[in-house]
């Protein structure tokens, strides 16, 4: 008789469990749930650029002391356009040797000496002049020139309250086409958005004793805009 009145008693509370749970999934409020993106375009007011002085020669010594020669001109010549040295920075040293593949045997035949800066430019009608400079004073290969804005956070928050704004009036058409009447927001989450900056593809690179007083060119290097997005995702309740 215990048995029996358990046995009815679990089977109650199994049943009240399911209808509980079906009940609560049958009057759960319908949501709308919407993603806005937008995009600002902005005009960069920073940029750097990247030089390298290669030299080769059959001296280790020899060509070590040719790139320090070249780099320290190149920078001389920076200083003397008002770039403080705290604007530049060494990226990259280094010295290799270069072997005679033709033979049965690996034979050094010289050496290879690399040696790059990043110089920051905060003046951005100075870009073709510092450019020029550089790759007249020694410089003989050029890794690009990138474009940035210093207030990035500034500008990405602004790009994301555009997103934002822009939410409702899609959570509306949702709503309106599938017949519902929109509620309170319910949550809103940033998406994740990479904005990098600039790059200005221009390379240049070469003998060590190329003419580059002819070249200028850092003539042809143009800014541009960057462009900044942002995202959020919104869930409305809807009724």
Do not use: C, W
């Amino acid at each position: 008789m215990k048995k029996r009145a358990l046995s009815i008693l679990l089977v109650s509370a199994l049943s009240l469990s399911i209808f509980t749970a079906f009940a609560a999934t049958a009057s759960a409020a319908p949501q709308i749930v919407v993603t806005s993106d937008a995009s600002i375009e902005v005009a960069p007011d920073i940029a750097v650029a990247n030089f390298g002085v290669t030299t080769n020669d059959t001296s280790a010594t020899k060509a070590r002391q040719e790139n320090t020669a070249s780099m320290n001109a190149v920078i001389s010549a920076l200083g003397k356009l008002g770039i403080a040295k705290e604007k530049i920075q060494t990226s990259y040293v280094g010295m290799y040797p270069s072997y005679d593949y033709s033979s049965s045997s690996q034979k050094i035949t010289g050496y290879e000496v690399n040696n790059s800066i990043t110089v920051t430019i905060d003046d951005l009608d100075r870009v073709a002049e510092i450019v020029n400079t550089a790759m007249q004073s020694g410089a003989n290969t050029l890794q690009g020139v990138t474009f940035d804005v210093k207030d990035r956070d500034g500008h990405y928050i602004e790009a994301l309250e555009k997103a934002t704004s822009k939410a409702p009036a899609k959570a509306k058409a949702l709503a309106k086409a599938s017949g519902l009447q929109l509620g309170s927001i319910v949550s809103v989450a940033e998406g994740s958005n990479y904005n990098s900056p600039y790059y200005a593809g221009v390379s240049v690179g070469g003998d060590a004793k190329m003419d580059m007083a002819a070249s200028n060119i850092g003539d042809t290097i143009q800014a541009g805009t960057i462009t900044i997005s942002a995202s959020v995702t919104i869930t409305y309740n809807a009724k």
